[in-house]
């Protein structure tokens, strides 16, 4: 999977200490991103998934969030990584420049896995023009909290 950066504690990217995963490669390129650096496919370092887990899982904290960049340019691997996250017990949150609605038109087996297992998903790309400091976990109004079914 290639991974721009780990965080090993956070308490930005969702409730309570996490471990944030920062993947690389996204489309949206949206105006006013935080993580420019991130819209490379080619950034970062490749590292297989069960390294991330074995971090994730030395970390102790509760929670897992995955980011990026767009991580569902990497669905395959993402749903290996929260499949295995939420087989440790984790609380998993996923943020993604796609709208829930454009996930699953995407009929994609593996983004459906991740809809299927992550506890959250924070959607949307970010506005600029609709960006608001106030708000917990998003950064523009139209982004969304929307917390999945588990299994």
């Not at 949150?93 to 593996?110: F, K, R, S």
């Not at 991740?114 to 139209?142: H, I, P, T, W």
Request: hydrophobic share 40%; aromatic share 8%.
């Amino acid at each position: 999977m290639r991974i721009l950066s780990v965080v090993e504690e956070s308490v930005v990217d969702g409730p309570g200490i996490r471990t944030v995963i920062f993947t690389a490669g996204c489309p949206h390129h949206c105006k006013g991103c935080h993580n420019p650096s991130s819209w490379n496919p080619a950034g970062g370092e490749e590292i297989e998934v069960d390294e991330i887990v074995r971090r994730i899982e030395l970390s102790g904290w509760d929670g897992v969030t995955i980011s990026g960049g767009e991580p569902f340019l990497q669905s395959s691997e993402l749903a290996k990584l929260v499949k295995a996250c939420k087989s440790l017990g984790k609380n998993v949150w996923v943020y993604t420049g796609y709208t829930i609605e454009q996930l699953v038109a995407m009929h994609d087996g593996a983004v459906q896995t991740v809809l299927d297992y992550a506890d959250v998903l924070v959607d949307g790309r970010f506005e600029q023009s609709l960006r608001d400091m106030g708000l917990r976990f998003r950064g523009s109004r139209n982004q969304r909290i929307i917390f999945l079914n588990n299994v």
